[in-house]
């Protein structure tokens, strides 16, 4: 009996050394800035700019054949040549799934040709990026075999060529492994790795060198008993990222990791929608947008919503963009070093592209389709420096497509 009302003090000893330790090690954990609203958001207005696009000519260039067909939407991209590039990912149901890539010249459409011969299955989710010099670089997602490894593969079009698969990052356990490529303003390429496992998460920051990818280091905000927090991400071209987070409650959260240094994650009161979708601008201003209902005379309609958080993050008010007709796809956007769209496709034959010019104002510009065929789903948006172009892909039907370019100058 001794022994054992021993052994219940030791372990009672045991069990309070452990949790005041682990008190320790929380409370070391940085508290969240709490950000104090400094403005009343009622005095705040956004205008919506409604400009004339009958200057636009929009010209129907050939259709593309996707063979074999894809998988998720495909991503477009134009080259500093000025041709149109497309990728897709496709499905198998046995053996390997490659991402495929075919560009236009001279009004015809190249062999789809696989971007790598890579085992396993893959798949593209980010758009491809133009470097300086015109080189396009692509990053996709590869599932080695059923259970994985999984891994982000790399590689880049030189204009005639690819060049020699990568690889990026590999995760035994990550079937959800996810990356984005950007460059620097010196053509640097670096890349962003987002590696959720279970409950737990990591975000990673790489450089391709001379001799392939560097060490991962992590640079993920460092939150402590406050809540989980869900990042979203945003790099600039200096090498710096910015991050917006959504907690428990759906309240913004903020860090940003510049100079090798993450800054103290701030807490905000600004509520975000339980679904949304994001784009940054080069000033910084943080786009959400999201589709809901739109109450109207007679009943409710399918609209398009948008808000804007500037980078002093101070929230303006929320705009409904598409109130007086369903609209029928879901919002894409498109982004290029100088622009910014976000798109959608509305009941009566209407593509409607919104030019954000900050927080303040934004241009919307119509396409009426009313004369052209009957659209289906709109399947992907691109818009380029040099040249200025604006183009759009449709779904007409399965196996029927379209793509309208414009010169926006």
Known sequence: ????????????????????????VLSQQPAPVVLEPTIDPASLKSQINIRDSSTWTWNEIPAPVFNPRYQHNPQMVVGLDGRLHLFWDTLSLSGNAFIYHSYLQNGTWSNPSPVAMS????????????????????????????????????????????????????????????????LDSQGGVHAIVKSPVGANSDIFYMTQTSDGWDTPKSIMPVMGIDGLVSWKFFPDNQGNVRFYGKDLGSKLRYSYWHDGTLDAVVKTNIQLPMADSYFVDAKGNYYIYWTGQVPVPGGVTTGAYYQCI???????????????????????????????????????????????????????????????????????IVVSDNPQELCYLNQLSIGKYEIYCTDMK
């Open 1 to 24: 009996m001794r022994q054992k009302k021993l052994y219940v003090k030791n372990l009672f000893i045991v069990s309070f050394i452990l949790l005041v330790s682990l008190g320790c």
């Open 119 to 182: 085992l396993g299955s893959s798949d593209i989710f980010e758009k491809p990026i133009v470097g300086l010099d015109g080189t396009i670089h692509v990053i996709w997602y590869n599932k080695l075999k059923l259970g994985g490894p999984y891994r982000l593969l790399y590689s880049k079009f030189d204009g005639t060529k690819w060049g020699t698969e990568d690889e990026i990052y590999t995760s035994e356990k990550d079937p959800n492994l996810s990356g984005q490529l950007f």
């Open 310 to 380: 500037n980078s002093d993050l101070i929230s303006w008010p929320e705009l409904v963009l598409s109130g007086e007709q369903n609209i029928i796809t879901r919002p894409l956007v498109a982004q290029s070093e100088s622009n910014l769209v976000l798109s959608w496709l509305a009941k009566g034959n209407k593509i409607n592209f919104l030019f954000p010019g900050s927080c303040e104002n934004a241009d919307l510009f119509t396409f009426d389709m009313t004369d052209a065929k009957q659209p289906r789903n709109s399947l992907d």
